[in-house]
């Protein structure tokens, strides 16, 4: 099956740096992938949609100066969180739409990024 | 958007069927079922989606409420492997604009005891 895969799985930086989250589908292209974060013991909250060739849509209250967001390729989006913080630190998830199973709901997602800002 | 309800938490014993409920008494005419799993440390992972018909595939059964004001997915021998919090979540039709904008609950997080 479809396969999207994120990088790096686990990453640790210091407060004010920034660090780059990538999210690839493997088999397949993907004009639209999602990025959700998640905190310990919480759910996934969906923080933007990531289209290809054009600017991502964030969800309200998501700052898009702090999380940037790329997707310049049918099959990679990239999310940088800039001038990270401690209170960066969570569980980042990307899933993608496999166009050629538009209408079998199935989406994908990635195994997830877990940041950790000293 | 629509909202679900599902139960904080469940317990079965490994082989024995599981039946997970979710309440979604606000769906509209054009919302999918959809459930999630996710295990621990992982993202989630795709399990079943229905519109009004019941579904099975090699997961798991979803089952419909004929008002669609509910629905159960059902594991019909769970394994240690099947624990993970599952995430009912309705959705836009598929191959619609908004199509694979998930939003998820707390979801029902499932202990499986050997």
């Known amino acids: 099956g479809a396969v999207v895969s994120q990088h790096p799985s686990r990453v640790i930086c210091k407060s004010g740096t920034s660090v780059k989250i990538e999210c690839r589908s493997l088999?397949?292209?993907?004009?639209?992938m999602f990025w959700y974060r998640q905190f310990p013991k919480q759910s996934l909250m969906l923080m933007a949609t990531s289209n290809e060739g054009s600017k991502a849509t964030y969800e309200q209250g998501v700052e898009k100066d702090k999380f940037l967001i790329n997707h310049a390729s049918l099959t990679l989006s990239t999310l940088t969180v800039t001038s990270a913080h401690p209170e960066d630190s969570s569980f980042y998830i990307c899933?993608?739409?496999?166009?050629?199973?538009?209408?079998?709901?199935?989406?994908?997602f990635g195994e997830g990024s877990r940041l950790t800002v000293l | 958007d629509a909202k679900t309800t599902q139960p904080n938490s469940m317990e079965s014993n490994e082989e024995e069927p599981v039946h997970l409920p979710c309440n979604h008494s606000t769906i509209s005419g054009t919302d999918y079922i959809h459930w999630y799993r996710q295990l621990p440390s992982q993202g989630p992972e795709y399990v079943i989606h229905g519109l009004t018909s019941n579904v099975n595939n090699r997961m798991a059964s979803l089952a419909i409420a004929e008002d669609r004001k509910s629905s159960t997915l059902i594991l019909h021998r769970a394994t240690l492997r099947d624990a993970a919090v599952y995430y009912c979540i309705l959705s836009a039709n598929a191959g619609g604009t908004s199509y694979g904008k998930l939003t998820f609950g707390q979801g029902t997080i499932l202990t499986v005891h050997p």
């Open positions: 899933s993608a739409r496999d166009l050629r199973l538009e209408y079998t709901g199935e989406l994908f």
């Open positions: 088999d397949f292209q993907a004009t639209t």
